[in-house]
Structures are given as C-alpha cells and as structure tokens.
C-alpha cells in the first residue's frame, strides 16, 4: 500500500520560510514522478511544483523563484523549499506520487 507523509506546514511570517517533507513508501520511488499540490480555502487544488524521476522540475507562475522542489531517491523523500512566503501562499499542501497517489497534507499558514 502506497503511503505518502507529509510534514514541516506551520505558521510563519510573511518573508518567511518553510521546508516541507514528504515520505514515500510502498513504491519504487525512483521511478515515479512527484508533485507538490495546494489547496486553499475555498478554492481548488493547484499544483505547485513538480520533478521528474531525473530532476528535471516545474513550478507554477506564482511559486517561481521562491520555491525549490527537490527529491532524495535514497530516502524516498521529496522536499519543497519554500522562501520569501507570503500570505496568498496559505494553504494545504498536500504530496503527490505519479499522479495517482497522495498525501494527507500538511497546514502552511503565512501570516501578514
């Protein structure tokens, strides 16, 4: 059974920064693309950022420049790094594995 854990959502500060995790396990994680989604209230789910089985990575507009997507084959783990946070930024975020499997999803709240 595929199983995705995230953690590393809290509060912060607008300016701020967050590193969130994501634990993969019954899957060949090497193998599967991974993804970083949102959700805000209210509004649907968005993806974030994504990175192929050989690092290659994707963002969406608004993330540019301030998030960094990264993944650790060795540890099943993907990660999102996350800088210069803002408050439009709160949401749920939530890991996802080949476009199939997700996560439970971590709370990311920015504060003004």
């Known amino acids: 059974q595929v199983q995705l854990v995230e953690s590393g959502g809290g509060l912060v500060q607008a300016g701020g920064s967050l590193r969130l995790s994501c634990a993969a396990s019954g899957i060949i994680f090497n193998i599967n693309p991974m993804g970083w989604y949102r959700q805000a209230p209210g509004k649907q789910r968005e993806s974030v950022a994504a990175?192929?089985?050989?690092?290659?990575?994707n963002y969406a507009d608004p993330v540019k420049g301030r998030f960094t997507i990264s993944r650790d084959n060795a540890k099943n783990t993907v990660y999102l790094q996350m800088n210069s946070l803002k408050p439009e930024d709160t949401a749920v975020y939530y890991c996802?594995?080949?476009?199939?499997?997700w996560g439970q999803g971590t709370q990311v709240t920015v504060s003004s």
């Open positions: 996802n594995a080949a476009d199939q499997h």
């Open positions: 990175i192929s089985t050989r690092g290659r990575t």
